[in-house]
């Protein structure tokens, strides 16, 4: 059971890093390298989302689902799209739910979460997926995100991982 989604505040960055590492480890096998997943470490993921929480370029909106006992078992961030030339569109940067919640709609209900903030971009909204990812590729089909044919790479830990982009449509 869903018990809130709500900004994410600097104390929740531990949960953060948590669900962050949980989802990985889960997602990720089978495309990133074991050894990449099995050194993620807690305590600089903590950091880094401690660090996240104060971000606020390209109009940053983070965001926690909040357990019935009061622990974080998803985060998502939302916000202008990640180019220096502007586009007009806004990107989810980050959508994640811990591998026990799966399935029980807290990703979809999240993604609704930003509905008011993705009205301000007109042209809609991206999100960039590991290609090899086709559960996430099912899910962003199903908020009604379409494959444009735009490619790139994620690179971690100094190895590449191919990524696609998907687009949808605005609001408006």
Request: aromatic letters at 12%; one cysteine or more.
């Amino acid at each position: 059971m869903i018990h809130l989604i709500r900004p994410m505040l600097l104390e929740d960055a531990f949960g953060v890093a948590s669900v962050n590492i949980a989802s990985w480890q889960t997602a990720y096998r089978g495309i990133i390298d074991d050894e990449i997943l099995d050194n993620l470490d807690l305590s600089e993921r903590t950091e880094q989302w401690k660090k996240n929480t104060q971000y606020d370029d390209y109009g940053l909106e983070n965001i926690v689902c909040i357990s019935k006992n009061n622990e974080v078992i998803g985060f998502a961030t939302y916000g202008e799209e990640r180019v220096p030339e502007g586009t007009g569109r806004g990107e989810l940067w980050a959508i994640y739910v811990h591998p026990n919640e799966l399935g029980k709609g807290i990703g979809r209900a999240m993604w609704n979460y930003f509905e008011d903030h993705r009205k301000r971009y007109e042209k809609g909204s991206v999100v960039w997926v590991l290609s090899e990812n086709a559960p996430a590729i099912r899910f962003y089909e199903s908020l009604g995100f379409k494959k444009d044919g735009e490619t790139k790479n994620f690179v971690h830990s100094g190895k590449s991982f191919p990524e696609l982009r998907m687009i949808r449509q605005s609001d408006k």
